[in-house]
């Protein structure tokens, strides 16, 4: 019996994936040829779709197969397809689609790669011929359309569900003229959302720790919440983007979460019950000295057989109520959270423990690598907390364990809006590696501000660590893409409508980091609004496309962060976290500002750097003008490539900011007679948020720095 299609309370908004997007396939015949729990949902979400619109599906010996079909989906050695729905690198090879029934004639030689759109890696070429397809894995598919019929071929269930995704996106193209054949795969195969979310409210941080959403989807009162028709409707937009596994609680394991390890598993394999069905892996936030809050041990020495003991029991017990566990996340040595430090040991010590507790299950450690001194004396300017985490993890290299990846933030600080990529994940070639961003918009506007975030990863992905010709972020993060949900209880799942576009931007970047992100945004407002007008769809466009770059205008200039109210970090405070212990510092006086990390006269941050990179930065002359203040101290009159001193820039960009957030506003005014009501109006209530804000930024930092260099601005607006 298939699964049915999770249905949704009264108001809650479908996000992408309303019913109307599967008409092209609900309206016609579709064979399915596969047997397992991701092909009934693969069934389940098609016979949902053919019962609204008049088409048909067919499972392979269920009844007759020797009609013709427009739509064929198979899973390659269907007698190996098993029923794990595990979304590893490894699976079945890719079999020849043909030679049953109303598929004669498919099973010729294949045509070169087409485009594909994000995901699509080519033709034969990519895989050798077309029964050498186990280069896919249990991701990957081929789809190809000749003689009428279109046909999906995975490697495994999962490709079979990211199949008919991909269907799906594809509209009513999938079904038109032919199609040469185009095989898609993951680049990595973990996908990853680390949830944020605590069981018990936390007295300051409240369900979500920076969740901009409402409450947690999983937890309320200190228990599961047992809203299972939502989990399952939010993994299957997940699935419906490429993620593939979620971690159900905060990295900041308190005292109540940490018993999710041991007597509340119960609670965990409920939700991964209900995330099951579209292949989503659950994993675990876990203390690192949980063998001592649950166990009553006297220690967590990572080096302590009763340590490591207590550990392979905790895991044994885990596995025994979730067999398909994807491992554990750690924040270990952090902003005060427990680890290896407290005994002398390592980071790799740490972790390695965990791994091999987790290895005969097949799971993983996620170790992240956001290690700083949080308790730093602002006046000593050769402290940098950009240095922490390559001083700390690059001396271990060759250390982790085969299973313990490390996840490491993608900027050296802390989701700012603007970072140099991380020196760190160019400088452990051994070592496997996760790269963490952030979609929850905790530095970005906290969904209360528009900012598609989808330029600003592809630019991280694309970064070359160890200089040109070298391998891309993308493809040293073997561990992994990752990154910090930002969806709650919400009607509208992540409490601005316009950010669900960073969650399905992040999972189609996690699956494709070479596809354009524009690209993706265009798919995302398909799928969201399959009926819309051109008008809607240019105007979403408009609103969105330079928002990450606007948001940056009328807030943090040239590579400076953390101008934020400290806590919360929502709104303007120049010098909220300039005197903090924090480790977060602009440096700004009456001569100048910004931060020195060259080798020669600073703090030596830049020489963390490959060489190509490190002489780029080394010097304010070669230095790119939108990091000029993270790696430089300059006075306000230094002159930009642009032509404009550095006090000019910070002037005419928070105005051109704020005029930019004023014509968004005034553009998605204009769509009211196109979207749907409700949506419309929480947008626009949103953007009247964002215009009052980018004004209060514009007007704080401006005046801030028209009194600290008592340099007017060169085009006499009035400035406070």
């Known amino acids: 019996m298939p699964l049915t299609v999770p249905v949704l309370p009264e108001g809650i908004d479908p996000a992408w994936l309303p019913l109307e997007a599967f008409r092209p396939v609900g309206s016609r015949r579709t064979l399915i040829d596969g047997s397992g729990p991701l092909v009934d949902t693969v069934h389940g979400e098609l016979a949902h779709a053919c019962a609204q619109f008049g088409g048909e599906v067919i499972i392979r010996g269920r009844s007759d197969v020797s009609s013709s079909y427009d739509l064929v989906l198979r899973v390659?050695?269907?007698?190996?397809?098993?029923?794990?729905?595990?979304?590893?690198?490894?699976?079945?090879?890719?079999?020849?689609?043909?030679?049953?029934?109303?598929?004669?004639?498919?099973?010729?030689?294949?045509?070169?790669?087409?485009?594909?759109?994000?995901?699509?890696?080519?033709?034969?070429?990519?895989?050798?011929?077309?029964?050498?397809?186990?280069?896919?894995?249990?991701?990957?598919?081929?789809?190809?359309?000749?003689?009428?019929?279109?046909?999906?071929?995975?490697?495994?269930q999962p490709g079979l569900l990211y199949g008919l995704f991909h269907v799906v996106r594809l509209g009513e193209d999938a079904f038109r003229d032919t199609r040469t054949r185009e095989a898609h795969r993951p680049a990595t195969a973990l996908r990853m959302l680390d949830h944020w979310d605590n069981v018990a409210v936390h007295p300051v941080m409240g369900q979500v720790e920076r969740g901009y959403a409402g409450g947690s989807l999983f937890w309320r009162d200190g228990i599961a919440r047992g809203e299972w028709e939502r989990v399952r409707s939010y993994a299957r937009l997940l699935a419906a983007c490429g993620i593939n596994a979620v971690s159900v609680n905060n990295v900041n394991v308190h005292e109540t979460e940490a018993h999710l390890l041991t007597d509340w598993i119960g609670e965990v394999a409920d939700i991964a019950a209900a995330l099951r069905p579209y292949g989503i892996r659950t994993h675990l936030s876990v203390n690192f000295a949980a063998p001592v809050v649950l166990g009553g041990l006297s220690t967590a020495d990572p080096l302590d057989e009763a340590v490591r003991d207590w550990w392979a029991g905790a895991v044994r017990g885990v596995y025994s109520a979730i067999p398909d566990f994807g491992g554990f996340v750690v924040k270990a040595d952090s902003e005060g959270q427990p680890g290896p430090f407290t005994y002398g040991r390592s980071h790799a010590d740490g972790a390695n423990m965990l791994a091999e507790a987790l290895a005969p299950h097949g799971g993983t450690v996620h170790w992240r690598a956001f290690v700083y001194n949080h308790r730093q004396d602002w006046r000593d300017r050769s402290t940098d907390r950009a240095r922490a985490a390559y001083d700390h993890f690059a001396p271990l290299d060759g250390k982790f364990a085969d299973n313990a990846v490390l996840q490491v933030k993608h900027g050296p600080m802390d989701f700012q809006v603007r970072e140099p990529v991380s020196p760190v994940l160019g400088a452990l070639p051994r070592t496997r590696l996760a790269v963490e961003v952030q979609a929850t918009q905790e530095y970005t506007g906290q969904q209360r501000h528009a900012c598609w975030l989808g330029p600003m990863w592809s630019e991280v992905l694309r970064f070359r660590p160890e200089g040109e010709q070298r391998p891309r972020v993308a493809e040293l993060a073997g561990g992994g893409l990752v990154a910090v949900a930002n969806v709650g209880d919400d009607p509208f799942w992540t409490g601005h409508p316009l950010a669900q576009a960073n969650l399905y931007t992040f999972g189609r970047l996690a699956w494709h980091p070479d596809a354009d992100p524009h690209r993706i945004l265009d798919e995302w407002i398909a799928l969201t609004f399959p009926c819309a007008s051109e008008r809607l769809a240019a105007g979403l466009r408009a609103v969105l496309h330079g928002s990450w770059r606007t948001y940056e205008k009328y807030t943090a200039p040239l590579g400076v962060g953390f101008m934020v109210q400290p806590g919360h970090h929502y709104g303007p405070s120049v010098d909220g976290y300039e005197y903090s212990p924090w480790g977060t510092y602009h440096f700004a006086d009456r001569d100048g500002i910004g931060v020195d990390r060259s080798a020669a006269t600073g703090t030596g941050y830049a020489a963390q750097y490959a060489k190509p990179w490190a002489e780029l930065y080394e010097s304010a002359a070669s230095c790119p003008d939108e990091l000029l203040l993270f790696f430089h101290h300059v006075p306000y009159g230094h002159v930009l490539r642009s032509g404009k001193t550095v006090v000019q820039h910070i002037y005419d960009t928070h105005f051109e900011g704020v005029e930019e957030a004023e014509e968004a506003r005034r553009v998605w005014a204009g769509l009211a007679d196109l979207a749907e009501p409700a949506w419309h109006a929480r947008v626009a209530e949103r953007y009247d948020e964002q215009v009052r804000g980018a004004r209060e930024w514009r007007d704080q930092v401006n005046s801030y720095f028209l009194r600290k260099s008592g340099i007017p601005d060169g085009r006499g607006r009035t400035i406070y």
């Open 76 to 156: 390659a050695d269907v007698g190996d397809s098993g029923d794990s729905g595990d979304s590893s690198d490894s699976g079945p090879g890719l079999g020849v689609v043909g030679g049953h029934g109303g598929l004669d004639g498919l099973g010729g030689a294949g045509g070169t790669g087409g485009a594909g759109g994000p995901g699509a890696v080519g033709g034969p070429s990519a895989f050798g011929g077309r029964g050498d397809g186990g280069e896919l894995g249990a991701d990957g598919f081929v789809v190809e359309r000749t003689h009428g019929i279109t046909a999906v071929t995975a490697g495994g």
